[in-house]
């Protein structure tokens, strides 16, 4: 029986992270995403992720993560047309494959994780029509960040609404870009291979491509009493709704709790309207499909803080490979450790000579 989904395939042991989709719980590292978000930073959960994938955290303190940042920023003048790329997904991923492969794992993580934040708000800033920030690192990964597109220091509420969103959607089980870097990995790869592969699985609608037509989204229905309309022509014209259902959860993402909550002291003029949208759309859905609950995914609030923290929406998809960079890495190393070669099999419906 093929099962082009492999829902429900098990291809890893792993200690990164858990999904429960039934409950709705998230763990990462044997830590709830509940209790680290806004408790640990960006640095601190990239440790955790590293450390339960293989690495020694003693290698992994936040110097070398500004480090990693400044190697980085050494590189940009050296990349070509890669920054004119209009989508930062695109830009991301060429950036990304100029970095040369450390040996090492470890130190290839740490480059290509403090590397990821430097290219985007460089490309970001190119778009602009502004000149590049150089990182500080002297500076938390989500301030520097923050700072660099900004071209001046973020507010410390953003910075640590920022600082909370890299955290939570640092790692999520086996999501296809994860599989993506698995895969990769498994065929004894490079780790810069294996996240390039993961940034273009991250970059569709369906995974990680969903927070900027969210916004959007919220744009076109203006205000809470437009909704219901508004998304019953959507799925009228066979559109889904974006931030809205998930693969794995049966209830709402609990990503989507922290981020609302994360956000919650920036005072965005939007979230009052998502949280109506939230609810037209979720009736609405489970009119439609009763035996499907169809909750609020990540998404749906990444949207309303990227967008309060001063991050133009272009950026949203590159914010998440950001912090999830530190999670593939993770599932590389894990994979070196105790994986085997990912070779499923396929069904032939060709003729046969
Ligand atoms: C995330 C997503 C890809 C999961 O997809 P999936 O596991 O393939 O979804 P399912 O197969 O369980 O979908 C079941 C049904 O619900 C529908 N559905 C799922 N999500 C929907 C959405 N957001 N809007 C409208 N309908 C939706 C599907 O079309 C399908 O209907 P069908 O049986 O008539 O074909 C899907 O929910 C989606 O496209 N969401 C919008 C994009 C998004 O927010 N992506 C970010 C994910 S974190």
Same mark, same amino acid.
């Given at each position: 029986?093929?099962?082009?989904?492999?829902?429900?395939?098990?291809?890893?042991?792993?200690?990164?992270?858990?999904?429960?989709?039934?409950?709705?719980?998230?763990?990462?590292?044997?830590?709830?995403?509940?209790?680290?978000?806004?408790?640990?930073?960006?640095?601190?959960?990239?440790?955790?992720?590293? *450390?339960?994938?293989?690495?020694? @955290?003693? +290698?992994?303190?936040? $110097? &070398?993560?500004? !480090? %990693?940042?400044? /190697? =980085?920023?050494?590189?940009?003048?050296?990349?070509?047309?890669?920054?004119?790329?209009?989508?930062?997904?695109?830009?991301?991923?060429? *950036?990304?494959?100029?970095?040369? @492969?450390? +040996?090492?794992?470890? $130190? &290839?993580?740490? !480059? %290509?994780?403090? /590397? =990821?934040?430097?290219?985007?708000?460089?490309?970001?800033?190119?778009?602009?029509?502004?000149?590049?920030?150089?990182?500080?690192?002297?500076?938390?990964?989500?301030?520097?960040?923050?700072?660099?597109?900004?071209?001046?220091?973020? !507010? %410390?509420?953003?910075?640590?609404?920022?600082?909370?969103?890299?955290?939570?959607?640092?790692?999520?089980?086996?999501?296809?870009?994860?599989?993506?870097?698995?895969?990769?990995?498994?065929?004894?790869?490079?780790?810069?291979?294996?996240?390039?592969?993961?940034?273009?699985?991250?970059?569709?609608?369906?995974?990680?491509?969903?927070?900027?037509?969210?916004?959007?989204?919220?744009?076109?229905?203006?205000?809470?009493?437009?909704?219901?309309?508004?998304?019953?022509?959507?799925?009228?014209?066979?559109?889904?709704?974006?931030?809205?259902?998930?693969?794995?959860?049966?209830?709402?993402?609990?990503?989507?709790?922290?981020?609302?909550?994360?956000?919650?002291?920036?005072?965005?003029?939007?979230?009052?309207?998502?949280?109506?949208?939230?609810?037209?759309?979720?009736?609405?859905?489970?009119?439609?499909?009763?035996?499907?609950?169809?909750?609020?995914?990540?998404?749906?609030?990444?949207?309303?803080?990227?967008?309060?923290?001063?991050?133009?929406?272009?950026?949203?998809?590159?914010?998440?490979?950001?912090?999830?960079?530190?999670?593939?890495?993770?599932?590389?190393?894990?994979?070196?450790?105790?994986?085997?070669?990912?070779?499923?099999?396929?069904?032939?419906?060709?003729?046969?000579?």
């Amino acid at each position: 029986m093929t099962n082009p989904g492999l829902e429900g395939v098990v291809v890893a042991d792993t200690a990164i992270s858990e999904v429960d989709g039934e409950r709705g719980r998230l763990v990462i590292a044997g830590a709830d995403v509940e209790q680290l978000a806004g408790a640990t930073s960006f640095e601190g959960a990239a440790r955790r992720v590293l *450390a339960a994938g293989g690495a020694d @955290p003693t +290698a992994l303190g936040d $110097a &070398a993560f500004g !480090a %990693a940042r400044s /190697a =980085a920023w050494e590189i940009v003048p050296r990349l070509g047309d890669a920054l004119d790329h209009p989508d930062g997904m695109d830009a991301l991923r060429t *950036a990304l494959a100029h970095l040369r @492969p450390p +040996a090492d794992d470890t $130190a &290839a993580a740490v !480059a %290509a994780i403090g /590397a =990821a934040p430097v290219f985007v708000a460089a490309w970001s800033r190119r778009r602009a029509g502004a000149a590049p920030v150089a990182p500080d690192p002297a500076l938390g990964h989500a301030a520097d960040y923050l700072r660099m597109t900004l071209g001046r220091p973020g !507010a %410390a509420p953003c910075v640590r609404a920022l600082d909370a969103y890299l955290v939570t959607v640092i790692d999520h089980a086996m999501c296809a870009s994860t599989f993506t870097a698995r895969v990769i990995a498994s065929t004894a790869s490079d780790l810069i291979s294996a996240v390039v592969g993961a940034v273009g699985a991250l970059k569709g609608p369906l995974h990680g491509g969903a927070p900027g037509p969210v916004l959007d989204m919220l744009d076109a229905i203006g205000a809470p009493d437009h909704a219901e309309p508004w998304l019953l022509g959507e799925l009228a014209a066979g559109r889904r709704i974006m931030g809205m259902g998930h693969r794995v959860y049966r209830v709402r993402d609990p990503r989507a709790a922290v981020l609302e909550e994360a956000v919650r002291p920036l005072a965005s003029p939007r979230l009052a309207l998502a949280r109506g949208v939230e609810r037209a759309a979720a009736k609405i859905l489970h009119e439609r499909k009763p035996e499907r609950s169809l909750a609020a995914n990540v998404e749906f609030y990444t949207a309303v803080l990227l967008d309060a923290v001063g991050l133009p929406r272009e950026q949203f998809s590159a914010t998440f490979a950001v912090s999830r960079i530190a999670g593939w890495s993770a599932h590389v190393l894990e994979q070196r450790r105790t994986g085997r070669l990912i070779r499923p099999a396929s069904h032939y419906i060709g003729a046969m000579p």
